[in-house]
């Protein structure tokens, strides 16, 4: 453990719940983030689970609000971590970057002590918290601007973390795994690089909070302290394990235009390659652009914000590279 996560989690009691705080220094105005540490039987092991690392992305931090007002300690095999708001600027202003430095927090692990305000905040949670974990959770809706198929996303990294990375990932019961290869600076490519198994599902977008949205999150939060084995089996997990787990890649298809989008799918729809998705049109309403599917596949991410400049991702396209064996 760093020197920071020492602080935090060495005089915590057994079978106890804490709200802690994180402070950033020197910081104008201060800045804080809090966070509860539930201890149970045992000390270890110590799991993660933190979102609104992007403060558009709201499913999962109205789940860790409802699942930090449930746990009992008593029924915890190690330590639980939760952090429903990893990036309070951006959740305040309600975007994906920090509104102070413009920076994504989620790329700027394991971060800089003396860097900008978003590094700063990646260092402050990485030593404190990051580090000292077993497993990582890292929760993430789509933005505001688009909606996706629930799905995980895991390093293709394999060595032995990256093994238990995936299978932490396959844990979780979703249809889609998605084994990638992270930008650098993501929370879970910097938290693998340290040995520790992290893995990041995405769930719902849209800048809401859904009864759907929530319900998936819960199971998967639930299957995930099962298999760290912090729960007994027998906690609650609303939805099935999917029968025929897809490995899979992506596709994106972008906008060339600047314009009005109008879809001609749903998420979740799977389409042939050629298929219409979509249609962008001028200010007089002439069709200027039709997007179509490069691949047949399911469409997984869509954009639901009608105005879009070139470069905008309109869809993205899942697809199995190959089946999985179901649990």
């Known amino acids: 453990m760093s020197p920071g996560s020492q602080r935090v989690f060495a005089k915590l009691k057994l079978r106890s719940i804490n709200l802690l705080t994180l402070k950033l220094r020197g910081f104008p105005g201060g800045l804080e983030i809090p966070f509860h540490v539930f201890v149970g039987r045992a000390s270890k092991p110590r799991v993660l689970l933190i979102a609104g690392v992007h403060g558009d992305e709201y499913e999962s931090v109205a789940v860790l609000h409802d699942i930090a007002s449930e746990i009992n300690p008593n029924d915890l095999g190690g330590t639980l971590t939760i952090v429903p708001v990893a990036n309070p600027q951006a959740f305040y202003a309600g975007t994906r970057r920090n509104p102070v430095d413009l920076g994504d927090l989620n790329r700027s692990f394991p971060g800089n002590p003396e860097g900008t305000t978003s590094e700063r905040v990646a260092d402050l949670l990485f030593q404190n918290l990051v580090l000292a974990s077993d497993g990582v959770l890292s929760m993430h809706c789509w933005s505001k601007e688009a909606t996706v198929v629930p799905y995980v996303e895991y390093s293709v990294d394999r060595t032995e973390v990256g093994r ?61 302290l099962q298999h760290w084995k912090l729960l007994e089996p027998s906690a609650p997990c609303t939805d099935a394990l999917h029968p025929d787990p897809e490995i899979i890649d992506h596709s994106d298809c972008l906008s060339n235009h600047a314009g009005l989008f109008r879809s001609c799918v749903n998420v979740g729809d799977v389409v042939k390659k050629g298929s219409l998705l979509g249609t962008v049109h001028d200010l007089t309403g002439r069709c200027i652009e039709q997007a179509r599917a490069s691949r047949a596949g399911t469409v997984g991410i869509l954009r639901t914000f009608a105005s879009v400049q070139p470069g905008d991702r309109l869809a993205q396209l899942f697809w199995r590279i190959q089946r999985h064996p179901a649990r």
Do not use: N
């Not at 979703?174 to 198994?197: D, S």
């Open 164 to 224: 238990r990375s995936f299978a932490a990932a396959r844990a979780l019961g979703l249809k889609f795994l998605h084994p990638y290869t992270w930008h650098p600076g993501l929370l879970v490519a910097a938290a693998t690089r340290y040995g520790i198994p992290s893995i990041e599902p995405e769930v719902g977008g849209m800048g809401t909070v859904t009864p759907d949205g929530q319900r998936i999150y819960r199971s998967i939060i639930y299957r995930f």
